[in-house]
């Protein structure tokens, strides 16, 4: 137990030094580790510079949070409009003579279809538009579908939207929409925001730093659908009336025909118009959307087009020339601010439906800067309390052991800065807990080595047998926290999967500090002291 071979020492120091030095940027303030990154010469690795810091989350450094909940209703309404589609599609395909028109009802369609024959023809047809709900179990698959196929005695055939289903538009739907509000949060250049579900049709978005809730609103309330569509000559039956930004809200007759959507977009920046110096937007399709804006801009020239964000027209610019480069721009009564949210909505994509703000709150700065400073003293005095303790009843292996200590906290947060992890108050509760763990784990080792020497060993030997009879049960406590942990961060969330993480990267490094600097410190101790019994 006290000899260790040299490569085994250099290792460790090694990884200590490492570990606190990817912790020191911790100490120093943002602008001195953006003079850092910036003044590195740029042949030094990225990897090489440690100049990440621990990021803070919203409850220490402030900032918006935001709780958005999808339209059930509306998404129920897309999904119904996809089942009128299917059946007109269907219908024409097989050329099923029916009554009447197609009829809708709160969760589908339904046809008169008199014939026996066309209906044998029809029901198979549209009982394949039928999914299975989810995915399969350990039983085999639930026996729920998307839809339903009702034959009713009088003819009337219905095709209807399940509640499994509508429950699994909603949960895709959801999946969806965290990933454009991630995109969109991302645009906005913050850092590390939080971004997850809550229940089946909610979504909370938290962004530390971001002190403008107004904007984060706007950029996340839009549903930002973008249609390319013709303005109509007259108020037929395929045109919708909608409300124009450039007339004061009047409202404009506009086809219901969309010649491209949003969804074909590759591409939207802020720019100022040469001409005019007003905001707009420049845009870029992808092949198929260049290729049929090219085609109904070279048929309808000299018409104006109706730029539809919303189901609200925010501009429509008539036709001068064919538009056949795939690129176009955007432009109306736009301010500087407006037309960068409405570029990066755009960049972002859709959301599949409409979202509502069910809670909002903004966490002010001055709030996290006490959250901190409270997380500061509870830590220091839980260190102090612990190094006291460990002073007064292990004299100089206490200081050992207060040694691995503060070596332990700078391995954590060593660790968080390279993983980027965020640090939260509930953090801030696992360090405060880590600590004790750490100290319990020199306390066992301490504590047999005592029983050992009581029984009459020599020093070398109840050394020896401290660290070795010790070590099994530091290992099984350590394992059987370490899976209390794992099972809070797979099924917790928010400021329980933080408090997980701390907690995990603690029990890591309490092996290393715990038993092996330990090990080292108490080696080197016996050499250059020479004692001939224990110090306690």
Known sequence: MLRFQARKVIVVILVLLVGCGLALPNLLSQETRDSIRTGAPSWIPRLLLPINAVVLGLDLQGGSHVLL????????????????????????EERVSFQGGIGLTPRGVQVRVTEAADRARLLPKLRELAQPVGTL?????????TTEVIEQPDGVVQLALTEAGANERVRRAVEQAMEVLRRRVDALGTTEPNIQRQGL??????????????????ILGQTAKLQFRMVADNQGGDVDMLPSQDSGGALVPVERRVIVEGADLIDAQPAFDSRTSQPIVNFRFNIRGAQRFGQATTEN?????????????????????????????ISGNFTVESVNNLAILLRAGALPARMTIVEERTVGPGLGADSIAAGKLATLIAAAFVILYMLGNYGIFGVIASVALLVHVCLIFGLMSVLGATMTLPGIAGIIL?????????????????????QGRSLVSALEAGFQRAFATIIDSNITMLIAALALFTLGSGPVRGFAVVFILGILTTVITAVTLTRMLIALWYR????KALPF
């Open 301 to 329: 020239l000299g018409r104006p087009l109706a730029i539809v964000l919303d189901n609200k027209v925010i501009s429509s610019p008539v036709i001068q020339s064919p538009i056949t480069g795939g690129s176009g721009q």
């Open 137 to 145: 179990g350990a039983f085999g698959p639930s026996g729920n579908t």
């Open 434 to 454: 880590t600590i004790g763990t750490a100290v319990d784990s020199n306390v066992l080792i301490y504590e047999r080595m005592r029983e050992e020497s009581r």
């Open 69 to 92: 909940e999808i339209d059930r209703a509306d998404l129920i309404r897309t999904q119904v409009t996809q089942l009128r589609d299917d059946l007109r599609r269907i219908l024409r």
């Open 528 to 531: 250059m002291a020479k004692p």
């Open 201 to 218: 049709d909610r979504i909370l978005v938290q962004v530390p730093g971001l002190q403008d809730p107004q904007r984060l609103k706007e």
